[in-house]
């Protein structure tokens, strides 16, 4: 296995995501494969290459600087799962 | 397999058949819904390919439809039906991304691709299942189930968009939209005998679009013929101020350039697409549809690929580095599914994503995460960008040579459900040939050039950037001298 069980449960904690022990070890023995998988990039020739950072050549277009959306906050909070007073509510973080 | 006439049977007919029809008053909208919503509850049914079907809603756009066209208001789609792939916003319909942490998720607005389509008249008849949240080659890794193939119920249809190919081939509707990150429509497209097409990076909007993986995402088409997804296309293509990636360049008329000739086309083959994880038959309908193209006046040119063979593992460390940012949205607070009774904050964001999001999501944001976090990022992130830039590159220098590169789709014909979802890498390896135009950003399109033991298998044409009315060109040429399109899977005639 490339990467450990300690490894695997670092990521989850990284990503927000809660493992149960069952799950721990085909996520350890599946996320090992893919990183083996994708461990031949290291292998091509890339120096001197510059990285690529969008598909065009193309630049990301500028607008100006104007309120253009309405109040949309009822209506967007209609799919929040828990709100009051039109603020998210959330367990409490500040004691 | 049975070659459906259209003269009679609305089911079978194209888009463009169809609007004739409303028309001439040949035919009301509400007739054709209503025909359409029937096929879609009764013989469809078994295909698992509707996450919601929009019965009264589709209705009551019909009888407006038919409003507009008697009164002469019809735009350029009216009354004509389509479905949506469950990923594209539609206000007031849900959105679910067949995730459960979306399963009541209601956008309150519609992505562009919806508002156009329907500002031009055309009639949602549903939203289509898919794989989680795009992340999937066979549909398997839908909340809602795996989809089946028209063609063979124990067959996948491909996936992502596996639903809206599944619903177009099985003649439930003409058009569906889809989108293709690494194939996900070009494979189902394939895998049902369908066409499907996946724009130039930048040409459709990708507001309102779920994100996955935002540099390689991109909306387009699954229809049957190339001139409905030419009509489409010229609906659906085009700037969009709410996507800033969306690209400034003309719309040219796609259905005018449908029929200039082939003459002087230049065809790359690449000789890599024919190595030995291609099966033989299907490399062999491949090698005849290009022939075909050949007695039209086109010519075949070897071109060379050298580093195809690292677009896969490049993919699977930039796809899924963007899908753990992207999905990090989610975290039961404004949208979706929550928790019960957390303890704090992190319990709330672990365990709500813990009890969202289905396997194959949780290894794809992992994977993200771990090729961008403090160690790992130079070595992965960082190398598979400038890998792909040498992709990038290889295709650059074939387009000095050739107008468009003629291969295969996928490397075999529909798979059984159940046959790849041990190991992700064996399913990773069917987007072998599509994924290479999302890393560049190119245009591709899958178009139906035979059977193999009784399954459909594509034809890909890949183009160089906004090359979409050539390969729709090509592809309504090679459409004219076959009728692999018109083949019907028995069960759905």
Request: hydrophobic letters at 40%; one cysteine or more; glycine letters at 8%.
């Amino acid at each position: 296995m490339s990467l450990s069980k300690d490894q695997v449960a670092h990521i989850a904690t990284l990503a927000r995501l809660t493992l149960v022990d069952d799950e721990l070890d085909d996520v350890v023995e599946k996320l090992s494969r893919i990183v083996d998988f994708v461990d031949q990039l290291k292998a091509a020739p890339t120096d001197e290459v510059v990285p690529m950072a969008h598909p065009l050549d193309q630049s990301q277009r500028l607008r100006p600087d104007q309120v253009t959306e309405t109040d949309q906050r009822d209506r967007i909070q209609e799919n929040a799962p828990a709100v009051r007073d039109g603020l998210y509510l959330v367990p409490k973080v500040i004691e | 397999m049975m070659t459906g006439t259209s003269e009679n049977c609305l089911h079978l007919r194209s888009l463009g058949e169809l609007r004739s029809a409303l028309a001439d008053g040949e035919l009301s909208a509400v007739e054709l819904t209503e025909t359409l919503l029937e096929r879609i509850d009764g013989v469809g049914a078994s295909l698992n390919a509707f996450v919601t079907v929009c019965r009264d809603d589709a209705l009551a756009q019909a009888a407006a439809a038919d409003r507009a066209l008697a009164q002469g208001r019809a735009g350029p789609l009216t009354g004509l039906p389509i479905v949506h792939k469950d990923l594209f916003c539609t206000r007031g319909v849900r959105t679910t991304c067949a995730s459960k942490i979306l399963e009541n998720f209601v956008s309150p607005y519609d992505a562009t691709v919806v508002a156009r389509l329907k500002s031009a008249g055309a009639i949602t008849l549903g939203k289509t299942n898919m794989d989680e949240f795009a992340m999937g080659s066979s549909n398997e890794t839908s909340y809602f189930g795996p989809v089946k193939n028209p063609w063979g119920l124990d067959r996948s249809p491909g996936g992502s968009s596996g639903g809206s190919a599944a619903a177009v081939a099985a003649r439930l509707v003409p058009a569906a939209t889809g989108t293709d990150t690494g194939g996900s429509i070009r494979q189902p497209a394939a895998l049902t005998g369908t066409l499907g097409i996946k724009p130039t990076y930048g040409r459709v909007s990708r507001y309102g679009m779920v994100a996955f993986a935002s540099s390689l995402d991109q909306a387009g088409v699954i229809t049957r013929t190339a001139a409905d997804a030419a009509l489409l296309l010229g609906v659906m293509a085009g700037v969009d101020e709410r996507d800033s990636t969306s690209s400034n360049e003309p719309v040219p008329d796609y259905r005018a350039a449908l029929d200039v000739p082939l003459d002087g086309l230049r065809i790359g083959i690449v000789r890599q697409h024919f190595d030995a994880g291609l099966d033989a038959a299907n490399a062999e309908r491949v090698k005849a549809a290009v022939a075909l193209l050949e007695a039209e006046g086109a010519s075949t040119v070897e071109v060379d690929l050298p580093n195809l063979d690292l677009s896969v593992p490049t993919y699977y460390v930039v796809a899924p580095a963007e899908c753990s940012s992207n999905l990090s949205r989610f975290d039961g607070v404004r949208y979706g599914h929550r928790a019960e009774n957390p303890r704090d904050l992190m319990d709330l964001y672990c365990r709500t994503r813990a009890e969202g999001f289905g396997a194959e999501v949780k290894r794809r944001i992992m994977t993200g995460t771990y090729v961008l976090s403090a160690g790992y990022y130079d070595a992965y992130y960082l190398k598979a960008q400038q890998v792909r830039q040498l992709i990038c590159r290889d295709f650059k220098d074939a387009f000095e040579k050739v107008d468009v590169i003629a291969g295969p789709t996928a490397p075999t014909p529909a798979f059984a459900l159940g046959e790849k979802t041990d190991d992700p890498i064996t399913m990773y390896l069917n987007d072998i040939y599509t994924i290479g135009a999302n890393l560049a950003g190119l245009p591709g399109i899958s178009i139906p050039c035979g059977f193999v033991d009784g399954l459909p298998v594509g034809l890909q044409l890949v183009g160089a950037h906004f090359a979409e009315a050539i390969l729709l060109r090509c592809a309504n040429r090679y459409q004219q001298l076959t009728d692999w399109h018109t083949s019907v899977p028995e069960a759905f005639a």
